[in-house]
C-alpha cells in the first residue's frame, strides 16, 4: 500500500461546529504533515508529527488541534472555524521527517459557512 | 514567507513541445523537490535534486540546481494533454525544520 488516504473528501461545517479530518497510510513513515492551501496558493505546512510526537506547530490558531493516535493515523480536529479557513487541507507522511519525499493525499476540501 | 519563487506563473503551450518552469529561491538548501498537482487534487512527488546535484532526469524531467545563483529549472520534453497541472519547487525551510516550503507554483495548460 503507497497512498496515503485522507477522509472526508468535503466537508462543509458551521462556524460552531466540532469536525474532525483523517488520514491514514500504511507505509511504515514515521513522519506525518498537515498542509493548508488555499486556491491558486502554494500549500502552507501546519503542523509536523515526527515518531507520534509533534514536532512543529507553525503558529496555527488553536481551533486547529493534531492529534496522533499511532504512527499510521493523523488526525486534525476542527472546533469554532471562520469562513477564511475554508481550504483544501492536505495531509502528507515521508519515511522520517528529514526534508525527504513526502507522499500527499488527495485532500479534504473544506468550506465553513 | 516563501522560500521558492517560480517562473512564469502561468504557461501555455501547444501538445509536444517542451515547457520550462524556473524556481529560485533565498536561503541555502539540502535538497529541492519539484511536485505536480492537478487541479483540486493532492501533490506528486515528481523529482528531489540534492544541493550537490547540478543535473537530474527522470522519464520525460529534467531538473536542474544552480546553488550559486540560488536557482532550479524543470524541462518537461515533448508534453502532453495529461501534463496540464500546476508546478511547485519545495525546499527545506533550513534552522531544524522538518517541513517543505513551497514556491507559489507554475500553472501548465498544454493545448491538444
Known amino acids: 500500500d503507497t497512498e496515503v488516504t485522507q477522509t472526508p473528501k468535503h466537508l462543509v461545517m458551521g462556524m460552531t461546529n466540532k469536525k474532525s479530518l483523517k488520514c491514514e497510510q500504511h507505509m511504515g513513515h514515521r513522519a506525518m504533515y498537515w498542509y493548508k492551501q488555499k486556491a491558486k496558493k502554494p500549500p502552507e505546512l501546519m503542523f509536523v508529527y515526527s515518531y507520534e510526537k509533534l514536532s512543529i506547530n507553525e503558529s496555527v490558531p488553536s481551533r486547529f488541534s493534531p492529534e496522533c493516535p499511532n504512527s499510521s493515523l493523523l488526525n486534525l480536529h476542527l472546533h469554532a472555524l471562520q469562513p477564511e479557513d475554508s481550504a483544501l487541507y492536505l495531509c502528507?507522511?515521508?519515511?522520517?521527517?528529514?526534508?525527504?519525499?513526502?507522499?500527499f493525499g488527495p485532500g479534504t476540501r473544506l468550506l465553513v459557512l | 514567507s516563501q522560500q521558492g519563487e517560480e517562473d512564469p506563473q502561468a504557461l501555455s503551450i501547444q501538445e509536444g513541445e517542451n515547457a520550462t518552469m524556473n524556481c529560485s529561491y533565498k536561503t541555502s538548501i539540502n535538497n529541492l523537490q519539484w511536485y505536480r498537482q492537478n487541479s483540486g487534487r493532492g501533490l506528486v512527488h515528481l523529482i528531489l535534486?540534492?544541493?550537490?546535484?547540478r543535473e537530474k532526469h527522470s522519464g520525460r524531467l529534467r531538473v536542474t540546481l544552480d546553488t550559486s545563483k540560488k536557482s532550479s529549472s524543470l524541462l518537461i520534453t515533448a508534453s502532453r494533454a495529461a501534463d496540464t497541472a500546476s508546478y511547485f519547487c519545495a525546499t527545506d525551510p533550513g534552522g531544524g525544520a522538518d517541513g517543505l516550503t513551497f514556491g507559489k507554483g507554475t500553472h501548465l495548460i498544454i493545448q491538444p
Open positions: 535534486i540534492r544541493s550537490n546535484e
Open positions: 502528507a507522511s515521508s519515511p522520517t521527517a528529514s526534508r525527504e519525499t513526502q507522499y
